[in-house]
């Protein structure tokens, strides 16, 4: 397929464990975001990437999470020492050429259960 | 607080019946405005956009009106069907790429 994918689509951690989530953006796509959505709530966004630039990541909750993007497509966002306030939904974002759309494609995302 | 919200969490339509989702945000600088539908399991799904220099813009079946003037956002959707429950946010951006979300509507069709 030609979406944005994730994996897994389902994790479940104790607490305390490190995680990490992967997206594969659409190929080409130099934009890629990462958004955390509770249950019930509107995605809420964590961190956006330029090619292999990380441009912001005033969303990030705490300095247990990090993202990086080295090759400029493939992404993994990494949790450390899980809490049980993390579980969520991690949905990945990807869009196209600068200046031509803000639309932004997203995947399935990864239901992170923290136990 | 959250700058882009919803006045409904739920609405229920009748099948073939128009639905009108509303939305109001605060940040006037806020220059571009989506929809998005999101189903059960799945990322949310583009539907239409709006740029804030304009009042409306129709697709296939979905319109968006823009009300700047009471910062107000609506999306409606002709001859509702089965297919269209989803819940359905509202969404924002100053032009900065980062992409504010509301917290949500969820249509049900009834039948």
């Known amino acids: 397929g030609a979406g944005v994918s994730q994996s897994p689509r389902y994790k479940v951690a104790k607490r305390g464990q490190d995680v990490a989530l992967r997206c594969d953006p659409i190929?080409?796509?130099?934009?890629l975001f990462w958004y955390q959505q509770a249950l019930g709530q509107g995605p809420e966004f964590l961190t956006y990437f330029q090619n292999e630039a990380q441009l912001d990541k005033s969303g990030l909750p705490s300095d247990r999470f990090f993202a990086e993007r080295p090759e400029g497509s493939v992404s993994t966002l990494k949790i450390q020492r899980t809490q049980q306030e993390d579980s969520a939904v991690y949905l990945c974002?990807?869009?196209?050429?600068?200046?031509?759309?803000?639309?932004?494609?997203f995947g399935p995302g990864t239901r992170l259960t923290v136990t | 607080g959250e700058s882009v919200g919803l006045h409904l969490p739920t609405l229920s339509v009748q099948e073939g019946d128009n639905s009108i989702i509303n939305c109001a945000y605060s940040n006037s600088a806020s220059d571009y405005f989506i929809w998005y539908k999101q189903e059960s399991g799945k990322g949310p799904q583009f539907i239409i956009d709006i740029r804030s220099n304009m009042d409306k813009r129709q697709g296939q079946r979905v319109t968006v009106l823009l009300n700047k003037t009471v910062k107000h956002l609506s999306l409606q959707i002709a001859a509702t069907q089965p297919g269209d429950s989803a819940v359905y946010f509202c969404a924002e951006t100053a032009g900065d790429d980062k992409i504010i979300f509301g917290k949500g509507t969820r249509l049900h069709i009834l039948p």
């Open positions: 974002a990807s869009s196209g050429p600068l200046g031509i759309s803000y639309e932004q494609y």
């Open positions: 190929s080409g796509h130099v934009s």
